[in-house]
């Protein structure tokens, strides 16, 4: 049973390019979150989505990030003209059902992007 | 707002020592706890967690954590190090009316031989 699975594992892109991350959840798990974690520091939370629905993104930066998560295929976590500050590892994570705070979530191995 | 605390940010033992990191968590509930490990290039592996019922859990790779509502606290513990021990960990909070993981800033564990 294939855990969470992320890519590109890693990721350069030049000051205004974009960058997307996928992200394909567990079998059978329809919940996924994104957190991104910067150098030295803890993850921070950026999304909650269920199947073509953003539940929270109370975590996004309000300007150039996007993330969806659509009936077929991957989430994907956009990121529009990235800029250095943009740089840091960005973490998958799903689960298999939903209970407000009780839900174990299992992580994948992660997206590293560098903006140069 | 909650917040969680792991006071060491570095943390050097013997192989074949024990083991103990901190965890403090601010919230005014009682918490859904969890620690995680990441080795280096590496996503984060759960080891154990906490929801309710006996305040001291078993976890995997010889891992236990003590849930002290007194203190505010989810320290891990290991009676043993082992040298594949050697990684980040961090502790993790999740409420009741919430979607999302607070994470600590990490405790990054040395092991010398």
């Known amino acids: 049973n294939a855990g969470v699975m992320q890519n590109p594992r890693h990721l350069v892109r030049r000051r205004g390019q974009e960058a997307r991350l996928r992200c394909s959840p567990m079998?059978?798990?329809?919940?996924v979150y994104w957190y991104r974690q910067l150098p030295e520091e803890g993850l921070k939370f950026m999304v909650y989505?269920?199947?073509?629905?953003?539940?929270?993104e109370s975590g996004m930066p309000k300007e150039r990030f996007s993330a969806e998560f659509p009936k077929e295929g991957p989430s994907i976590l956009r990121i529009q003209q990235v800029v250095r500050g943009d740089s840091a590892a960005y973490f998958c994570?799903?689960?298999?059902?939903?209970?407000?705070?009780?839900?174990?979530?299992?992580f994948g191995p992660g997206t590293r992007l560098t903006v140069t | 707002a909650q917040s969680v605390t792991q006071p060491d940010i570095h943390i050097t033992v013997s192989e074949g020592a024990s083991l103990e990191l901190r965890c403090n968590y601010s919230?005014?509930?009682?918490?859904?706890l969890f620690w995680y490990v990441q080795s280096p290039g590496q996503g984060l592996q759960l080891l154990l967690k906490?929801?309710?019922?006996?305040?001291l859990v078993q976890g995997i790779k010889g891992f236990e954590a003590e849930f002290k509502r007194s203190q505010s606290s989810f320290n891990l513990r290991k009676p043993s190090v082992h040298w594949s021990d050697a990684a980040e960990y961090f502790c993790?909070?999740?409420?009741?009316?919430?979607?999302?993981?607070?994470f600590g800033t990490g405790t990054s564990l040395t092991v010398i031989p």
């Open positions: 993790a909070v999740a409420i009741s009316t919430g979607n999302q993981f607070y």
């Open positions: 989505l269920q199947k073509e629905n953003i539940i929270d």
């Open positions: 994570a799903s689960s298999l059902s939903y209970r407000r705070g009780g839900n174990e979530q299992y």
């Open positions: 079998k059978g798990h329809s919940h």
């Open positions: 919230y005014g509930a009682t918490p859904y």
């Open positions: 906490y929801f309710s019922g006996d305040t």
